[in-house]
């Protein structure tokens, strides 16, 4: 089957589709880690299912790390570790380790072209809007030099983009991989403005007019053109870096 099960008809289990609706919540709150979430019994009234299901739905999101459950105190928005930010990832995953680096961009590539994918069908109206905002944060950011602002509209185009998506693993899973990335500006790039930040504007704005114009493999080739660019920048920054002739 196609497009993950998610074809029009195709039959979705209810704590499923409650489990999305609970991050959607989550983030329509704008809960951050620690915060206090509502109860399964209002949680069961603002989504319209029963307890049984809100309850399946809640194992499945602390079982992802995103929900903490407490006997007797009720549920809390997790740490923010998450599923793949936890210590099994952290124990083998040095930013000293270049080897290790590489991997991360070939999985961040796979991630992006299917994210980018599914949410050329799937994006709502307001999560593409959620996507262009997010691409000329970006923009704004490159012109003014800001890395600051670049960054955070670089996080929010990804993440808006694997929102759209639809699925709640590969949200996961991009946000997850994103914090690993991070970890390797130790060891090579150091803001993106003075590197790839130009053609990454342009790359964004490529991505963005695909999942516009509902075009799902014009819009996972330009995710990967995009990822294959930023880590052929990397590979740059680090050879300039072993081969830069040490200061007098």
Known sequence: MTDTGRAEGAYRPGYEVAAEQVLELISRLQLRPGDRMPTEHDLAKQLGASRTVVREAVKILSALGRVRAERGRGLFVADDEGML??????????????????????????????????????????????????????????????????????????????????????????????????????????????????????????????????????????AAVHIDNSLNDYRREIQQLIFRPDAD
Not at 187 to 195: K, W
Request: with cysteine; aromatic share 8%.
């Open 85 to 222: 930010g936890s210590g099994r990832w952290a124990s083998f995953f040095l930013p000293t380790d270049l080897d290790h680096v590489y991997m991360l961009f070939e999985f961040r590539r796979t991630q992006e072209m299917e994210t980018s994918r599914l949410a050329a069908g799937r994006a709502t109206p307001a999560q593409l809007k959620a996507i262009e905002e997010a691409a000329a944060t970006c923009r704004r950011g490159l012109d003014a030099g800001r890395e600051d602002l670049f960054t955070r509209g670089d996080d929010a185009f990804h993440t808006s983009i694997a929102a759209a998506s639809h699925n709640m693993f590969l949200e996961i899973a991009v946000r997850e991989a994103r914090r690993l990335q991070a970890q390797s500006s130790l060891i090579g790039l150091r803001g993106s403005i003075g590197g790839h930040g130009a053609k990454a504007v342009e790359e964004h704005d490529a991505i963005f007019q695909a999942i516009r114009d509902a075009d799902p493999e014009r819009a996972a080739q330009a």
